[in-house]
Nanobody
Framework: VQLVESGGGLVQPGESLRLSCAAS????????MSWYRQAPGKEREWVAL????????RYADSAKGRFTISRDNDKNTVSLQMTSLKPEDTAVYYCNRVDGGGEPYDGWGQGTQVTVSS
């Protein structure tokens, strides 16, 4: 299993970023996918989930109304469009496949750093 996140960067508050995750080594279309983030000194936290066919999405309260998760099962990619970014969104962002209970499988990519600062 390989998960490669990209698209992070340094942005100012209020700006937007689009993160992408390229997945390989498993049948992408049969798994739900989630985005997570880990801020310095904090535990990794769940951000958003999309079901295997993309028909349903769920968001952490911190992401609702600002972030949109999507996927392309032909390209084995999952994306996270982030708008109205805040300094508290600063973290390393990861994607992972999830099981039927929404829990991530073992094995993480290197993540992509998002820094929101003026």
């Amino acid at each position: 299993v390989q998960l490669v996140e990209s698209g992070g960067g340094l942005v100012q508050p209020g700006e937007s970023l689009r993160l992408s995750c390229a997945a390989s080594g498993f049948r992408f279309s049969v798994y739900g996918m989630s985005w997570y983030r880990q801020a310095p000194g904090k535990e990794r936290e769940w951000v958003a989930l999309i079901t295997n066919a993309g028909g349903r999405t769920r968001y952490a309260d911190s992401a609702k109304g600002r972030f949109t998760i999507s996927r392309d099962n032909d390209k084995n990619t999952v994306s996270l469009q982030m708008t109205s970014l805040k300094p508290e969104d600063t973290a390393v962002y990861y994607c992972n496949r999830v099981d039927g209970g929404g829990e991530p499988y073992d094995g993480w990519g290197q993540g992509t750093q998002v820094t929101v600062s003026s």
